[in-house]
């Protein structure tokens, strides 16, 4: 599960997280009165999408640009109209693009440098990874290709947590001054609670800032959390956007099926995460185009089969549909039947 970059920035404020002043809008007028409420300063307006590349993509209406600074309350309301209700289209989104229905209204920082910061799950180990460089701004994967040696990586005991003099040390390798060290500090920890906290599979912020007053503050703020411990966070679970979502995994998730849509005209309904991965793997050697990633799982009843074939068929690219299935892990009389079922209820040729 995501959320978006305001509703990001609101969980980091409950641990001391240093961001910078502002709120949503959802109108017109809001963005307007939030502008006026921060002053006399230069503002950022950022679309809200579950999607990167905002800054440089660009909406179907030909506005360019998810993000933008203005200096009056006019001028917000004027960038606001150009993005709410628009469709923006970045390199994450595809060429579909997201709805925009809010903005984040906020105070512009006077950025001196940029820092990457992320703390996440390490699955090798089964514990929290700091993983963090000084070249921010950009995503860290450019930065694994392009400058490797950049990228630190600090691994956090589970049962002592993250300590104040790794705290300290990441904040030395990171190039701050020793004035920043104290605030530096705090935020890296404040950042390692909120992912306890929340039980969060990944914090990241990208970027966290120093402004030319010396100021450091998680400018951007991406959060993915784990959706089997959501049940525990009430609180997060009212923040989920499905609007923001692939319809048809939504569909899927309501019959305990794991489903991600991809862009190719192959469905795959598969038992097992490697098994699945495996055939789309086989599907891309031979040179074609798996539509999908579906995990009907060991358990499976002839409903969810039924229930997964709907699925794979509202695609409108799917040309044809492979199943695999490892007998033994599930009972593949309980797959035909699924077949069946669905071959007889949504006519399956």
């Known amino acids: 599960m995501n959320i978006h970059e305001y509703q990001a920035k609101e969980l980091l404020q409950k641990f001391d997280v240093a961001t910078t002043r502002g709120r949503v809008a959802a109108t017109l007028d809001e963005a307007e009165q939030i502008a006026r409420e921060l002053g006399d300063i230069d503002i950022v307006v950022k ?91 950009v995503e860290i994967e450019a930065i694994a290709t392009k400058s490797p040696e950049k990228i630190i990586r600090e691994p956090i005991d589970p049962l002592a947590g993250l300590q104040p003099y790794q705290a300290r040390k990441l904040a030395k390798q990171l190039g701050f001054e020793s004035s920043q060290l104290k605030s530096a500090s705090k935020l890296f920890e404040g950042l390692y609670r909120t992912f306890v906290a929340f039980d969060c599979s990944m914090v990241e912020v990208n970027p966290l800032v120093v402004t ?54 192959i469905a795959c309904l598969v038992n097992g995460a490697g098994l699945a991965m495996a055939t789309m793997d086989i599907i891309k050697f031979y040179g074609g185009e798996p539509a999908n990633f579906l995990d009907v799982g060991g358990g499976a009843t002839e409903e969810q089969v039924t229930e997964a074939f709907k699925i794979l068929i509202a695609d409108k690219h799917v040309k044809a549909i492979l199943v695999n299935i490892f007998g033994g892990i599930m009972k593949v009389d309980i797959m035909a039947q699924g077949i069946i079922k669905a071959a007889k209820s949504i006519k399956l040729s």
């Open 212 to 265: 030319k007053k010396g100021e450091v503050l998680a400018l951007d703020a991406k959060f993915n959390f784990d959706d089997n411990a959501v049940y525990r966070h009430p609180e997060i679970a009212a923040m989920r956007d499905i609007a923001e979502e692939d319809p048809r995994e939504v569909e899927a998730s309501k019959h305990g099926l794991n489903y991600i849509g991809l862009d190719g005209n």
């Open 47 to 137: 679309a809200q999408i579950h999607a990167g590349g905002r800054g440089k993509g660009s909406f179907k209406n030909g506005f360019k640009g998810g993000v933008h600074v203005r200096k009056t309350p006019d001028e917000v309301r004027d960038v606001a109209a150009k993005m709410l209700g628009q469709i923006l289209v970045t390199h994450q989104t595809g060429p579909a693009g997201r709805l925009v229905n809010k903005v984040l209204v906020a105070e512009s920082a006077d950025i001196a440098r940029e820092i990457y910061f992320a703390v996440l799950l390490d699955r090798a180990t089964a514990a929290a990874l700091i993983v963090a460089s000084t070249e921010g701004g």
